[in-house]
């Protein structure tokens, strides 16, 4: 056996247990000790102007989203508000048509001496993420009148940041800016306030590079940390001045020191070694707090210290040689099974770990990948073959499989059936009957997977769907009525394809389970209410969708845009008494 092949035998510890060896063999050509204590305090020196930088390149930035996107176009609003040639309603309009422009202020007021019901207006979206936290949103926008005249001056054009809330509900900051006005409302002094969300400037501290090697901590001068608080005992955001750096940032923002600070080595109160800076925003009485554990900071260097022993005993030729002798080898197959599984992450499930000859670990592991690769494809083309209750029982089975037999459930069924389709069939070749069934078929599944359904199956040009869970009823009903709309946009599209659905709807307690036999097996529904919604979709003519009283009162109170029209009772086949539907239409509303 030569050489190399012994080698390629080698299992791949004994590879690179040879390979160290040969690397131990001989010194390195110099000691890196002096390298070492160059990189020290240039990574001191690097440490410590990246805290100072990210310090400031913060605070610009907050300052510069103050100013552009906020100060601004408040500025310009107040102007027009001032304006004298402007009406009241015109003024109104101008508050109104101001807001909905700039998505971060969620509220504008307008305060007049003596008057204690100031004019609100808020920003729709945020008034409805408040109202469904279960807050009013006026408790959240409206500033007190008071506080808002003790902060504006009698005359003058000076603008303030007066306050700065959190509402722990909605995990949200709002800013209040205070903008005294110059015309007066029915001789009343007036200003003009703003709430503004302080989303944007949170978003960007947290997307800052810096955060993934040290921290970035934002302090208002009472010393609260904001945008990630710590609530204390009482529910209040905690106060974070005990801690030495942030004590020296409030101490120097009192002192209009309003510069980055480079800061010693200091140690937290749980002893961690720290390196920080801070820096002041010139809009906000905060202080951005930059920090890096000081182990981190000089990280690489202690590795170099404690490796020097072996780096002095090292070999540098044999190193360069084993490196050179074994790259090629090791690293092609490696890299071959690491390009496959790429391609297997991007969903190409047909790819193939080739030219991989040797008979290691990294030969055998080339040979698992490929048949792991042909059992991922096996497995993914047959689950598109059954429906996704299918697939959650096989994943819930235990060792023995999945057994015959079900369970009972409350769920919603829903078919629906292409008409016309028998006389499209007989009019068209078999390929453009295909197509366009496929076509009709992906929409109807990308429909009911949208709605929070499960297709059960497909019989011929028929859709069966199960919904399930506390919405299952307004689940079916919106994905019937989306249902009927892409099936009207597509024949207006294509007149030559006219078709259309009838849909039939119930819910009610089934049996859901595996049916058929041990080695063929078929995972459904199965159940009164499933015949009823197959023969309400018999009897539902085209464009129509019929629903028992059962979804109709499960959705009763619900927000859908749908009218239900009762209709007289149905006969169905094995129902000894006729049953009461509905005819689902969309609903016809008036634009405001």
Known sequence: MSSLSWLLSLSLRRKLLLFSALIAALPLLFAGQSLIRIARDEMKSSANERLV????????????????AWLAPLLLIRSAVDSKQASVGEKVAILTHGIAQLPDIVALQITLDGDRLPLVIS???????????????????????????????????????????????????LATVVLPLDSRFSGARAVLSARIDLSRIRDFIASQPFRQV??????????????DPELDETGGVKQLSRREIVSKALAARAGDQARAVSVDTYARPDGTAMLGSFAFARSFDWAVIVEQKEADAYYAADVMIESLFYWVIGGLAVAVLGAAVFAHRISRPILSIGEAANEVAKGNYRVQVRNVRSRDEIGELAKRMNNMIVQINERFELAKFVSHGTMDAIRQSDEAGVRLGGSRCEVAILFADIRGYTAFAESHDPETVVETLNFYLAAQADLVAAHNGDIDKFVGDQVMAVFQGPTMAADALRCAAAMQTHMADASAASPDRDLAIGIGIDMGEVVMGAIGARNRMDFTVLGDHVNIAARLCSAAKPRQTLATVAVVEAATGLDLPLAFRALDPIALKGKSAPLSVYDIQPATRAVA
């Open 123 to 173: 920003q729709n979206r945020f008034s409805t993420r408040l109202t469904e936290a279960s807050i009013q949103p006026l408790d959240v926008l409206r500033v007190p009148p008071e506080a808002v005249l003790a902060a504006a001056p009698e005359s003058g054009a000076a603008v303030r940041v007066t306050a700065v809330d959190y509402e722990p509900k909605t995990d949200t900051w």
């Open 214 to 227: 040290g921290t970035i901590t934002t302090v208002d001068a009472q010393g609260r940390k904001l945008f």
């Open 53 to 68: 930088t990210t310090g400031r390149e913060v605070t610009s930035q907050i300052d510069d989203i103050y100013e552009r």
